[in-house]
């Protein structure tokens, strides 16, 4: 099992910056991949970024490229979402996720449902 803990919300006005951070406790952090996602309108909840196990690929949906930064540390067992330039439809609740299925080497990292761990997410409000 893998527990996960995200922080670093916060309420923000329209090209501000934010700092979200996602400890992971239990198994070896190291040998997941580990994503964040974000709900939004008829989707249980959208991916907007990923990172593979060694922090050298990573994968961004296309409404966040340039803005946000997703890296890891694997040896203090955290991920890191680094959001700039942020706009009022950045608003939601972020959910940090770690799995190890074999299909989020492909395109199966952008789905939801093949993460096998999630935190409770943390509330990101950006205001114009």
Known sequence: QVQLAES??????TGGSLRLSCVASGRTFGNY???WFRPA???EREFV???NWSGGSTW???SVKGRFTISRDNAKNTVHLQMNSLK???TA???CAAGSSLRLYNSGR???AEYDYWGQGTQVTVSS
Do not use: F
């Open 93 to 95: 609740v972020y959910y």
């Open 49 to 51: 970024a990923c990172i």
């Open 60 to 62: 961004y949906v296309d």
């Open 88 to 90: 009022p439809e950045d």
């Open 8 to 13: 670093g919300g916060g309420s923000v006005q």
């Open 110 to 112: 952008y789905s939801a």
């Open 41 to 43: 309108p008829g989707k």
């Open 33 to 35: 991949v580990s994503g």
